[in-house]
């Protein structure tokens, strides 16, 4: 079996750093290049960190190109930007977007992306509805094969402490039993693995993966 190249973005996040890691101790990925805005301290065989202003189009893609499979899993917040919208849009949107946009152009076949369920382009809700403009706009490329994963509430440990998330962890874990599957708060773990195992497969098209699909492919 040929040895594949994966792209990460996002890998100081909560869902990169773990899709880093099973990355690491896949042996199907020779080469992972880890593309960031700012120094990381990783030093590994396989690893290439590639330090990189997004918004140097030329630059990205060339950073791109040679990827066999590209994970997506950026973001940010309001108070990561200070409330600056245009600052928040250029990430989470200008930046997965034109990553899918330069796996089109380099015949990079694959691209999974993380998002979130209650996507919608036409939702009231800036988060989801700027979550839905990318899904639609990733899956307007025709790439030959595109994932989109939305998870619900995150259970991990983040670098930085957010009270509202974790009262909603504990909230969602206390009413597990009333929450449809699909809403229900996932382990990033699971969420890593489930990506990974896809990005294994053959898959076609685009497709999504809710609480159900993505517990049943990290298994």
Do not use: W
């Not at 990561?80 to 977007?97: E, S």
């Not at 015949?107 to 403009?133: M, Q, T, W």
């Amino acid at each position: 079996m040929a040895q594949k190249t994966a792209t990460l973005i996002g890998a100081t996040g909560l869902i990169g750093a773990q899709i880093l890691q099973q990355l690491l101790e896949d042996p199907y990925f020779s080469s992972i290049k880890v593309l960031v805005r700012r120094p990381i301290d990783l030093a590994h065989s396989k690893v290439k960190v590639i330090l990189l202003d997004f918004a140097d189009e030329a630059a990205y893609q060339a950073a791109i190109t040679g990827s066999d499979v590209v994970f997506c899993s950026v973001g940010t917040t309001l108070k990561q930007v200070n409330g600056d919208m245009v600052a928040y849009r250029k990430i989470d949107y200008d930046i997965p977007v034109n990553a899918a946009r330069f796996c089109a152009a380099t015949a990079c076949p694959k691209f999974l992306l993380v998002s979130s369920i209650g996507a919608d382009s036409h939702s009231r809700n800036f988060y989801l509805k700027l979550k839905g403009e990318v899904e639609e706009k990733v899956g307007s490329l025709g790439l030959p094969s595109v994932s989109i994963f939305r998870p619900s509430m995150l259970v991990g440990q983040r670098a930085e402490f957010r009270l509202g998330e974790r009262i909603g962890q504990v909230v969602m874990s206390a009413l597990a039993f009333l929450i449809p599957a699909q809403y229900k708060a996932i382990d990033v773990k699971t969420v890593a693995k489930a990506m990974v195992a896809v990005a294994n497969k053959d898959t076609a098209g685009v497709a999504f993966y809710t609480y159900g699909e993505m517990v049943r492919g990290a298994a």
